[in-house]
């Protein structure tokens, strides 16, 4: 299956390897892809991109059992605008690893991670990104916004 199948499409643009970091660093919340078995399972995290990498805290369970296991992981960071059908998507894959060394786990204890969900989330975890891609839709590329001039309030209720 071809990611960029659709990048050709009016209202897609490419984004080229130095805005996908760019936008990573900007954001503090994304997905982490990793297989369960023999099935695919994202679960959310709150994370921070330094060093080039992304990182992120957690306790017990499948994301560690992942890391320890240096299993190739996908990471996804998005942000959209559902007003303007518009917005941006940043995927990253690369191999997860537990932080594991005192100095690697010093440094880590400093990044702005603070866990937002309930229980112990002790153990830091990286992903080099080993490839990235991300792609952009901009406002416009459909039919016109539900809240032209053209249609009253009235006819926009209606229709919903």
Known sequence: ???????GQAGFAALGEE???ELLGRETFGRVGITLGSLPVVLPVNYHFADGAIHFRTGEGAKLKAASQNAVVAFQV???????HAGWSVLAVGAAQVLDDSTAMSWASHLPLRAW???V???F???????VSGRRITPGHDESPPWSESVGTGQLLADN
């Open 1 to 7: 299956m071809d990611a960029h199948n659709d990048w």
């Open 19 to 21: 805005e996908c970091f």
């Open 78 to 84: 998005d942000q959209v605008d559902p007003i303007y």
């Open 117 to 119: 969900a309930p229980g």
């Open 121 to 123: 989330r002790d153990r």
């Open 125 to 131: 975890v990286r992903i080099v990104p080993d490839f």
